[in-house]
């Protein structure tokens, strides 16, 4: 037997509303590798929550990279999320460097439904779009991919709050392909938009060193959870730890969602408290066999 990979996560640990850690750490154990937190930020409740308090750990981070890093200690992977300030991205971007044969998979959380998260500074993309030169691969959401190519995103009304969801605009495969070639020019190895209407589809569409774009293409769940992006993520994360070729890990990472949103649908929870994985992790811990991601 080997050993488990490690996974650094850089993420906030918030308390209600399932996300970030609380998202990153089961899914990554339930899939066989350890996750080894470095929290961005506590907060009470995720900033999809009216009210909710919160602590920057900003130097926090920068001490406790530092510490891993003179302890000696090399990741096999470093998986970024919700950065509560700039200084954290630049934080980040150094151990980056320090720890050049980690996988690098950046989350770039900016927003959702056309808004940025508001609890955001706002040169946040900015800043994004550094830590996206650095990385293997970035999963940005439409909105995301608009906040970071400077582009408009077109999509909810712009006090939306999850749970009111309205349809955004269908994509032709040219507009796609467009904008991760806008993506790719950000320098990250691969570039993976989730959730695109695309004409006649659903998909999860990627670019990688061979400029050409792939998809997986699903039936959409008509819900919306916050937490999801992050659940995507750190399946995909997850996945590739167990070496799996990346339209596999997309393919698994996108089943999984779907699979867990029609769970959280039946189960008729407020939107806003997140999915209920914990009811689904189950089907994590062995690879889901093929003939069932056929769909
Ligand atoms: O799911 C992304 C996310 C992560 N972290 C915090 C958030 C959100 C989305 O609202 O508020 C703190």
Redesign the pocket.
């Known amino acids: 037997m080997t050993a488990a990979k490690t996974v650094a996560a850089l993420?906030?640990l918030?308390g209600v509303?399932r996300?970030?850690l609380t998202?990153a750490i089961p899914v990554i154990s339930a899939m066989g590798a350890q996750v080894i937190p470095a929290p961005t930020?506590v907060?009470s409740a995720?900033?999809?929550f009216p009210d909710f308090v919160?602590l920057d750990l900003t130097d926090y981070l920068e001490k406790c990279l530092e510490k891993w890093c003179e302890m000696g200690l090399s990741f096999d992977c470093i998986y970024t999320?919700?950065m509560a300030t700039v200084r954290q991205e630049e934080i980040a971007r150094r151990f980056f460097d320090a720890q050049p044969g980690a996988v690098k998979v950046v989350d770039p959380?900016l927003g959702?439904d056309g808004v940025m998260?508001r609890?955001l500074p706002k040169d946040m993309p900015q800043a994004m779009r550094r830590l996206c030169r650095g990385a293997d691969v970035i999963t940005p959401n439409l909105t995301e991919a608009a906040l970071l190519t400077g582009g408009i995103c077109e999509s909810a009304a712009p006090d939306a709050l999850?749970g009111t969801k309205t349809d955004s605009r269908t994509y032709t495969a040219a507009e796609l392909e467009n904008l991760l070639t806008e993506l790719m020019e950000l320098g990250p190895k691969t570039a993976l938009i989730t959730g695109v209407p695309l004409e006649g589809a659903h998909v999860n569409a990627w670019m990688g060193g061979d400029g050409r774009m792939h998809a997986v293409d699903y039936v959409p769940v008509p819900a919306s959870f916050?937490?999801?992006?992050?659940l995507f993520a750190s399946v995909l994360t997850g996945a590739l730890m167990r070496d799996m070729d990346f339209e596999a890990a997309v393919r698994l990472a996108t089943a999984y969602v779907r699979q867990t949103m029609l769970h959280t649908v039946e189960c008729g929870t407020e939107p806003v408290y997140g999915v209920q994985l914990e009811q689904t992790l189950p089907s994590l811990l062995q690879p889901i066999p093929k003939e069932a991601l056929s769909e």
């Open positions: 993420h906030d918030s509303g996300c970030a998202v930020a907060l995720h900033t999809a919160g999320g919700y959380v959702d998260y609890a999850p916050p937490g999801t992006g992050d």
